[in-house]
């Protein structure tokens, strides 16, 4: 622990600090880069050194110098430099978790390192690529391209490229659950990295160790691993190694229940993270605060990082972006077929040369036994000797002219096998070109929808500010009712629910609606709705439930329904009016009950089946309901987006029975105890879901 405090010391005041030999290297190639404005290999060198030791300290500099390099390259037509600069870029691309444009850059390194038979290179994008393979949950496809690099580092008896990939293996066996193999690879790395004296490879591999141990929940151990890690990350300014070593601690002091440390650690891996912009580490983080705050019991912080949590993952893992690296994978695929073509032509060569010299051969021997065989002879029947050795002779030619058809009906065979493989590898060349191409077009559009979705979220956030400015504020609903609590949880950032009261005197007036559609649809309708209640509540000052709800009901009919705009539905709406004179709850509902509690029993004042606006109703008036208000009687009203959330262990809508029980359930406690109980149930019942959200879901409790 006096360890642990005497890091943390540290990491507060010098976290930000260079090691003195970093630093030294850094300060030269600075002045190498001011000093020297000659564009020329000397700055595009410099150039690439620089954007690649400060990549885990400053990833925009980082990106900003390899950027300066590769226009540079260019412009010096140094082309096999950018097999180095590619995957160099790949690692930044990666490290932020956009996949896709990782993919595309070792992909180039691999092609040029190729082209340029740069063995170095070829080894590191074959291991970038398998470990993209892996993030994205294909870690078996992901060690064929690891094994590849692992040879190719071995014959050029590169240690320190065969530690990295030990680290890649390791990671890629662990996520297959074979844990043996994934100890044996990271104990391997550690073993070359130690010798090497490399600290910041170092320090990935005690990590890499740590986790192992900690899935054994060997914690102790562990937890040494884990703070040396820390230590050189640290000296090293290495801020993806300090985020990896501080959540991995902090994953320890969760899972020992040291629940306070784990809080502040994370807090401080969080920061860094979010600071260098990886997205993984990020998404890591608040995985874990979601677990410290489920096991304290505190639901609202645990659905809160669970929240964030997704969001990251949806936009990491999107259908497009799974998409790309599927096509990865299709292209190499292809390139494997293509490259087992060509050595199958090559050894039906080989096949075909050997049996000439085979066949070859055998005349010779033929011939030459026969010479032997005649001048060693010296019997006296010549003629007869000499018939037989004509036929015998007739007979080994005859035996030859067989295997020359033999021959020649295994070249037509070859030559047809040629054929076929030529005509193979030209589908795949046209396969190839027409996938370059695709996956071209793919790249253009899918940029141009990321600036579109990027300017849509921004007016979607902005709506989202402006429909909260028209909700009812906390305060506002404190001044009208005694005890309160709200839930409003939109399904796609703005919402098609909404809730609205107002002060009418002696009189208090509550509603939930829940409009048409959800998203941007569905905000729309909210708009219209609130306008409509201002209207009819404020201007015409009518304050009895059903009628508010007949005059809104028809004000829909008159603006959605014409001629032109023939939508079927308008919105479901509860309304509560609270008379202060008579101490009597007057309620009218379309689609939205009211739920009441009193003497411990549960009871519900039903709503008209059908929408406030939908143009089927039947000429059949709003019912009025109304109930004597009893001290301490509690009202609910909810859109029925919490009823129909799937989840639980078959996966099925939350359902209104299981709604119903829940409210009678909570009755035992406070206005707040009630809604925190009703959020974790809510948390736990999404969280083993298989579907996201699948509607907007309000809340309104009260007590009068």
């Not at 993952?313 to 490259?339: G, T, W």
Request: proline share 2%; glycine share 4%.
């Amino acid at each position: 622990m006096m360890r642990l405090a005497f890091i943390l010391y540290i990491f507060i005041f010098l976290s930000f600090n260079l090691s003195a030999q970093s630093k030294k290297t850094l300060d030269s190639l600075n002045h190498l880069l001011i000093t020297h404005t000659q564009k020329d290999s000397i700055q595009l060198y410099a150039l690439i050194e620089y954007a690649w030791l400060v990549r885990n300290s400053n990833i925009s500099q980082s990106f900003e110098y390899s950027q300066k390099a590769l226009y540079l390259a260019r412009e010096l037509k140094n082309e096999a430099i950018l097999a180095k600069l590619h995957n160099q870029r790949g690692v930044y691309y990666r490290n932020i978790s956009d996949y896709p444009e990782a993919e595309r850059r070792f992909s180039e390194a691999l092609e040029i390192a190729e082209k340029y038979n740069n063995k170095l290179e070829m080894a590191y994008a074959n291991n970038n690529l398998g470990d993209l393979l892996r993030l994205t949950n294909n870690p078996t496809e992901g060690i064929k391209f690891m094994e590849r690099a692992k040879d190719i580092f071995i014959s050029l008896k590169d240690k320190k490229g065969e530690a990295y990939t030990y680290i890649r293996l390791s990671e890629a066996y662990q996520k297959l659950k074979k844990y043996k193999e994934s100890y044996d690879y990271a104990e391997k790395s550690l073993v070359i990295r130690r010798n090497l004296k490399t600290q910041t490879d170092i320090s990935a591999s005690l990590n890499r160790i740590g986790d192992l141990l900690a899935i054994q929940e060997k914690y102790k151990e562990s937890l040494e691993y884990y703070e040396e890690a820390l230590d050189l990350a640290m000296k090293n300014n290495d801020a993806t190694g300090k985020v990896a070593s501080l959540q991995d601690i902090g994953k320890v002091y969760l899972r020992t229940k040291r629940f306070s440390e784990a809080d502040s650690i994370l807090r401080f891996a969080l920061n860094i993270a979010i600071q260098i912009g990886n997205r993984e580490q990020e998404s890591n983080i608040y995985e874990f605060f979601t677990e410290l705050y489920e096991r304290q019991n505190i639901t609202e912080q645990a659905y809160h990082f669970y929240k964030k949590r997704q969001e990251i993952k949806d936009s990491v893992f999107s259908n497009q972006r799974m998409l790309q690296i599927s096509q990865m994978r299709v292209r190499y695929d292809l390139k494997d077929k293509d490259l087992q073509n060509k050595a199958l032509q090559v050894q039906l060569e080989k096949e075909q040369f050997m049996r000439i010299i085979g066949f070859s051969f055998l005349i010779v021997v033929a011939i030459g036994g026969f010479w032997i065989y005649r001048n060693s002879v010296k019997l006296k029947k010549v003629n007869e000797e000499l018939e037989k050795k004509n036929e015998e002779i007739n007979t080994t030619l005859e035996s030859l002219g067989q295997a020359n058809k033999a021959i020649s009906q295994k070249n037509h065979e070859l030559e047809k096998k040629n054929e076929e493989i030529n005509t193979t590898l030209e589908s795949l060349e046209q396969a190839n070109k027409a996938i370059s191409q695709k996956n071209h077009e793919i790249e253009i559009r899918n940029k141009e929808i990321e600036l579109k979705n990027r300017d849509l979220l921004h007016s979607i956030d902005y709506a989202l500010t402006i429909q909260q400015a028209i909700l009812p504020t906390t305060e506002q609903l404190s001044t009208l009712v005694k005890e309160h609590f709200i839930i409003w949880e939109p399904r796609d950032i703005i919402s098609g629910d909404f809730y609205w009261v107002a002060d009418k005197g002696s009189k208090i007036i509550l509603v939930v609606a829940d409009c048409t559609g959800h998203g941007v649809p569905g905000a729309l309708m909210s708009m219209m709705g609130n306008n409509l209640l201002n209207s009819v509540i404020h201007d015409k000052e009518i304050h009895q439930p059903d009628l508010i709800l007949e005059h809104i009901h028809q004000d829909l009919l008159e603006n959605l329904h014409t001629e032109q705009t023939k939508i079927i539905n308008g919105m479901d709406i509860g309304i509560c009016v609270y008379d202060k004179n008579t101490s009597v709850m007057h309620f009218s509902g379309a689609g939205i009950p009211l739920y009441y509690i009193s003497d411990n029993q549960l009871h519900t004042l039903e709503p008209a089946k059908t929408s406030a606006g939908n143009p089927h109703k039947v000429d059949e008036k709003f019912e009025l309901h109304s109930v004597a208000v009893q001290p301490n009687m509690n009202f609910y009203m909810a859109s029925d987006g919490y009823k129909d959330q799937f989840g639980g262990p078959d996966n099925k809508k939350f359902g209104t029975k299981q709604f119903k029980q829940m409210l009678v359930d909570i009755q035992a406690f406070d206005i707040q105890t009630q809604h925190n109980t009703m959020l974790r149930n809510l948390y736990l019942w999404k969280r083993s879901s298989f579907d996201d959200q699948t509607d907007d879901i309000t809340v309104l409790g009260f007590r009068i």
